[in-house]
């Protein structure tokens, strides 16, 4: 039976992704919390929780990612540990990994326009500065470095808000547990050479993988490819790659300068800052005829998807107005909860994962879309809470089960 469960101060209500490390969750506040707004629930996967090393530096990194508060960064609104699991409760970003877009694009034999590229790169390298330029309670540069910027760790919602996420993997000077000595995370295709090499990482790998992701963008290619793993690291490493305008005859001289700079085989040759990074392409920006803003990126996702967004959002609706059981009064035990699936602790639980992409693990194995008969909702479904189990109205049922669908081709 598929189940919406309560999980800590959070009901769940569907999955968003699975992979190696997490379960992320589509969820509401529960309604003793007074909030009724959606969130993406990461829950650390039971076999990591065991490993003190990888809880201490989860904890860590969470207390890192929960300090950046900026209009393009994934918001991180608490953190910790409920149900004898390790969670992160985010910001939900409905819309697409730019990933998704530059693949779609690609399907449609064309690239992200470079008005669209440009200001896309534009907010992610401010978020980048902000990160890069935080000081800690004492004063002290935090020396936060993301060490993952990829197309997958960028989120585009429907709104045109570009939004950087996962800064799981940061790494700050003072943290109190600190990786393996050599130990490399991220995408080898958007690693600096410093990265690859194993060397230390300062704010300007971040600058050099957003030049990847730039260059991604208005050419559909990533600079370097190779035949085989070695191959592609000594491509990175002698920075050898093709000038996006030898691909794409339509990026101007100004846009491929910014790449150029951002891909420099010498961290010191590339930019100083990612803010001067952004400065630069908000000066291409100016040259351009007409105003670029989030209204333009949010016009060029509804065309290259077809009412994708127009379509989950009454999925979203449908979720959001699910009636949520009475909290269990204080002094009354909960009966127990549902136990995981073996050895993965999941919850059984809807797939939502239509509905957003960019929550789960790098590089994991996208899910299927989900088939248009949705069986996982039916009248012997129910939201379990503390003492009482409720089954949906069928109401509800009608409205959640038709939004399930997702959009029609």
Sequence with gaps: MTEIVRFGNYVLLGRLSLGGMAEVSLGRESRDTGGERLLAIKRVLPHLRQDPAFAEMFRDESRIAAALAHPNICRIYEHGEA????????????????????????????????????????????????????????????CIVHRDVSASNILISCDGVPKLIDFGIAVAKHRIASTHAGQLKGNYGYM????????????????????????????????????????????IVATEYTPPSEINGAVPERLAAVVERALQLDPNRRYVRAGAMAADLSTFLMTLQGAVTEMTVARYMRRLFRGQCEAENQTLAAYKAIKLPQPTPAGQSRERRPPPLPGAGVSQITDAAFLAAGYGDTGRPRPPRLPEAVAAVSPAETIQSGRSTRR??????????????????
């Design 392 to 409: 949906l109205g069928a109401g509800e049922l009608d409205a959640l089960a038709e939004a399930l669908k997702g959009p029609k081709h």
């Design 83 to 142: 149900d004898e699991q390790l969670f992160i409760a985010m910001e939900f970003i409905h819309g697409k990994e730019l990933r998704i877009l530059i693949k779609q694009a690609a399907h449609e034999q064309t690239t992200v326009p470079n008005h669209v590229a440009a200001f896309i790169a534009v907010r992610i390298a401010e978020a980048l500065d902000f990160a890069h330029s935080r000081h800690n309670e004492v004063g002290q540069p935090s």
């Design 192 to 235: 600096s050479p410093e990265q690859i090499s194993c060397e230390p990482v300062t704010a300007q790998s971040d600058i050099f993988s957003l030049g990847v992701v730039l260059y991604e963008m208005i050419t559909g290619k990533l600079p370097f490819c190779g035949s085989n793993e070695y191959d592609l690291v000594g491509r």
